[in-house]
């Protein structure tokens, strides 16, 4: 006989969140959908090990659930071929199992909102949306904490987090007498530092059916994976992930949170947990990361100061929820938004890492290779050089939200459009990070050994970043000199002789008329 189930709940590839109160109690009349959607694989070109590691765990949840004595099926890019649009694969299920109502968790990103709100199921289908339980902040909130198109600085969002869910707090003051410690957390490496970064706790979990499948349904995707990923694919491996960088990395986490090097084998993991993944795709609660990682702390105090601990929980409870407030208040408007009118495409060395720059070479290498870079490469390097060459932000958009296994629109673009190319006129930063080659000359030892003169800025082999630095100070000139925290470096421009001005400028345009060639 066939089975029929009364509910049929549907779980996005962002959604294995075992803890869920979905998942409280059994129940047979419920059966559990998760599916490889074919349109989760080109709404942008993403890099292979993602694809990988989100299908991977999405199959993975689908055995711990069922192991856990729920009903699940599982549904792979073959089962789902027949299926042109999400509706109709669930309008099958839906028909398939006789089901009655039809549930899901509320997408954290706009476009999947979007496409789950206007489902045109059978008009007898119940249709429920739940909280995905996620996130510290409850999404009804966030209008009370974001307006829509107003700045909000993150230090004082950050402050109110810290109070409301009581972490590093001492009789409501700030344990170590201060928020933040911000300013502890800028050292470079020294030669003996390199010598002792850890090595990352790595997997090796096997994707071979899952590229085989991507190649017969031709998922375009770019990158190297090698049949076996270093991600994990589980809550176990998440775990071990998370106790990992509490041992061997959260003593100098804060020390080296902005460091870069070339020279260490562990040069594109550093200090950094790599949590990104595993919170992102909600196989960690970002309270068991902030629960595990302070408990450490205090177990160890003698070994790991406050600077450190402060400086991760800054990332989590701080950045990430904040950044996830900036993004509802403010789309769909967001996601078109170019203050600067930027208008360059974006040079071909972003897809295959070959250009001279030393410090784009390593960003977008390793970027390549592990769809990993740390947050001050993405910052710093590559969205820095794309602010200053005045790239088009859906295509900055684009490179970030393919290439990195942690990118999913909402956490993406208010980092991309916001924090880097400053798209949104200032919404997140309050001025644009941009630094000319001396910045990541003194936070690495890429200039080293760099086919460019760090020191020189409008000799031929001077460094792009230091012309180009001062083409973006006169370009936007009448935007920014407003702004009374860069005031302060166009009266250092205009105490240069107008000869060496014209030089630099001079230089910034060849480096722009020859970007693919830098
Ligand atoms: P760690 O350095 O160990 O930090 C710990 C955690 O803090 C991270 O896992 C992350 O969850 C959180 N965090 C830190 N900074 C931020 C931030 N600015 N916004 C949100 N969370 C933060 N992060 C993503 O998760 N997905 C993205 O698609 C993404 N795109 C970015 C694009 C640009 C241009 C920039 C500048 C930053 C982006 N970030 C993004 C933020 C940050 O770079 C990554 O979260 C971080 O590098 C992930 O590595 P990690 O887990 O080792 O982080
Ligand atoms: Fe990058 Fe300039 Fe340094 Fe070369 S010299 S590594 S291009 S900052």
């Not at 004595?69 to 073959?78: A, E, N, P, R, S």
């Not at 307006?147 to 009789?171: A, C, I, N, P, S």
């Not at 702390?297 to 600077?307: F, L, M, N, P």
């Not at 050089?385 to 999913?408: H, M, N, R, S």
Request: hydrophobic residues 35%; aromatic residues 14%; positive net charge.
């Amino acid at each position: 006989m066939k089975k029929k189930y009364q509910e049929i709940r549907f779980i996005l590839g962002d959604q294995l969140n075992a803890n869920h109160s979905w998942f409280k109690k059994k129940d047979a009349s419920i059966l559990y959908v998760i599916a490889e959607l074919k349109q989760e694989t080109y709404y942008v070109k993403h890099h292979v090990q993602k694809i990988c590691a989100f299908f991977l765990s999405m199959m993975e949840f689908a055995q711990a659930l069922s192991h856990a004595g729920h009903h699940v099926i599982h549904m792979t890019l073959d089962d789902c071929e027949e299926f042109a649009e999400l509706d109709e694969l669930l309008i099958y299920t839906i028909k398939k199992y006789s089901a009655q109502s039809f549930s899901y968790q509320r997408p954290d990103e706009y476009r999947l909102l979007k496409q789950l709100r206007e489902l045109r199921l059978p008009n007898h289908i119940v249709i429920k949306e739940y909280d995905t339980e996620h996130f510290l902040l409850p999404y009804e909130e966030i209008p009370s904490y974001f307006t829509q198109g107003k700045h909000h600085k993150m230090e004082f969002f950050y402050r109110k987090m810290r109070r409301r869910f009581d972490v590093l707090m001492e009789k409501e003051q700030p344990q170590g007498g201060k928020w933040n410690f911000d300013s502890d957390n800028r050292k470079n490496f020294k030669a003996a530092d390199i010598q002792e970064i850890p090595s990352p706790l790595t997997f090796k979990n096997d994707v071979t059916d899952i590229i085989k499948r991507l190649d017969k349904h031709k998922v375009s995707y770019f990158g190297k994976v090698e049949n076996q990923l270093l991600w994990p694919k589980n809550r176990k491996q998440a775990l071990q992930v998370l106790r990992y960088f509490c041992k061997y990395n959260l003593p100098k986490f804060g020390k080296f949170q902005d460091a870069m090097t070339a020279n260490s084998e562990h040069s594109w993991s550093l200090y950094h947990s790599r949590l990104s993944f595993a919170l992102n795709s909600k196989m960690l609660h970002p309270k068991t990361i902030l629960d595990e990682t302070i408990a450490y702390y205090k177990k160890s105090e003698k070994t790991i100061d406050i600077a450190q601990i402060e400086g991760f929980v800054r990332q989590i409870l701080g950045w990430r929820e904040y950044i996830r407030g900036v993004y509802w208040a403010n789309m769909p408007g967001y996601s078109v938004s170019n203050h600067l009118q930027a208008k360059q495409d974006l040079p071909h060395f972003f897809w295959t890492a070959n250009t001279k720059m030393n410090c784009m070479k390593h960003a977008i290498g390793q970027s390549l290779n592990y769809a990993y870079a740390h947050h001050i490469q993405r910052l710093m390097v590559t969205g820095n050089f794309c602010l200053l060459t005045g790239i088009k932000p859906e295509q900055v958009d684009e490179w970030y939200l393919g290439i990195y296994i942690d990118a999913i629109e909402w956490v993406e673009m208010p980092n991309t459009r916001g924090m880097s190319q400053f798209a949104d006129g200032g919404l997140v930063a309050t001025k644009p990070y941009i630094a000319g080659g001396n910045y990541i000359n003194k936070m690495s030892d890429y200039c080293k050994s760099c086919h460019y003169s760090v020191k020189h800025k409008a000799e031929e082999n001077a460094c792009p970043f230091n012309s180009l630095y001062w083409h973006f100070m006169s370009k936007h000139r009448q935007i920014l000199e407003k702004n009374p925290r860069i005031s302060m470096v166009y009266r250092n421009w205009d105490k240069q002789p107008q000869e060496q001005r014209n030089k630099v400028l001079t230089r910034a345009q060849w480096c722009l008329e020859n970007i693919e060639n830098l």
